[in-house]
């Protein structure tokens, strides 16, 4: 019996997208044979030798199954146990990943600051960075982290990753990158990723991947490679360091294989900016802020609302204030699935009494 849901009506996150096929079939190809464990397997080395050729130096690969693994283990190497994250108080961090952060960096504080979509304001992270700085009464500023793309969508510019990288360097602070949408804003930006992450002072990349294509596959890859030591314990000490590696690998030699990850992630904004297209139409719905990536932020009546859910669309609209909605896209939805969405939205906003 099937337990997945029929993917036409279904805009609440790109995690409910299934795999891309050549990550299927590179997964059913790795079960073949036999293959050294925890990571010493040919398919794992191919994966380090691609994300070196991607970022253009030698990096480092710390294969984990979840971004939220990704994202705790690398602060917890970035991060004194009496120190801060200085992160956007919109960021998963500091939202939605239950205290990992936490947890994994013995107690380090989350300190969340402001700024226009999701994004860091560069004036509010100067003051925080010296903010009882050697204040033996405080928590030590440690690491900047970046989501990119934001929780809204939203990119960081090059420009906007070159005010606030050096902003952290110059006080001393580590920077490590949120990139559980990394690929589209790649796919954005038209930027390289070196460009948009160690060439703008990025220690550390939590590389996502399960929102793009791949089954159970993220990466953290290390710039800063005398991390790498550290993170290897601390990656085998929280139960990510898998015995059967190679199917993790396999998952992301695929993603990267002839630029699948940014063939997905942009077939993913395509929709998104499709999307935002056809709502901009209907008087009734206010876009909110920048849609960069593949998630569009709107405000629309209860009405219409209601009546998206008894179509059986599924999509996050209680999670903020009323009236506001996220729909989100992935490299699995259509354009039919999109103008499918316009078109109701659009009936239900006829029936609002709307001017």
Not at 305 to 329: C, K, M, Q, S
Request: negative net charge; glycine residues 8%.
């Amino acid at each position: 019996m099937s337990t997945t849901t029929p993917t036409a009506r279904v805009f609440s996150s790109d995690n409910t997208a299934g795999a891309s096929p050549e990550i299927v079939d590179a997964v059913t190809r790795a079960a073949a044979g036999q293959a050294q464990p925890y990571g010493a397997d040919s398919v794992t080395a191919d994966v380090r030798r691609r994300m070196s050729e991607i970022f253009e130096r030698d990096v480092d690969v710390l294969l984990v199954s979840t971004g939220s693994a990704a994202n705790a283990l690398s602060l917890a190497a970035l991060t004194p146990p009496w120190g801060s994250v200085l992160c956007h108080r919109d960021s998963h961090i500091n939202n939605d990943e239950c205290g990992a952060p936490e947890f994994y960096t013995a107690g380090a504080k989350l300190v969340p600051l402001g700024g226009d979509d999701a994004k860091i304001d560069p004036g509010e992270l100067r003051a925080a960075v010296r903010h009882k700085a050697g204040d033996v009464h405080s928590v030590e500023p440690s690491v900047v982290s970046l989501t990119q793309a934001t929780e809204t969508g939203a990119v960081y510019t090059l420009d906007e990753l070159h005010t606030l990288g050096p902003i952290a360097k110059e006080a001393g602070l580590r920077l490590h990158m949120d990139g559980a949408r990394f690929a589209g804003a790649v796919a954005a930006l038209g930027r390289t990723p070196a460009e948009l992450t160690w060439r703008a002072g990025v220690d550390l990349l939590s590389f996502g991947a399960t929102k793009n294509g791949t089954m159970t596959a993220d990466a953290i890859v290390v710039f800063d490679r005398s991390l790498t030591a550290e993170l290897s314990f601390r990656a085998k000490r929280a139960g990510q360091l898998a015995s059967k590696m190679r199917f993790h690998a396999a998952q992301l030699d695929a993603y990267l294989t002839d630029d699948l990850w940014l063939r997905n992630a942009a077939h993913a904004n395509a929709m998104a900016a499709r999307l935002q297209e056809g709502l901009k139409a209907i008087p009734e719905v206010g876009l909110l802020g920048a849609a960069d990536a593949n998630l569009l932020f709107c405000r629309m009546p209860q009405q219409v609302i209601d009546g998206l859910l008894a179509d059986g669309y599924v999509f996050y609209h209680d999670r903020w204030e009323p009236g506001v909605v996220r729909f989100v896209t992935s490299f699995a939805t259509t354009e039919r699935d999109v103008d499918g969405l316009i078109h109701a939205v659009g009936h239900h906003a006829a029936w609002t009494g709307s001017p």
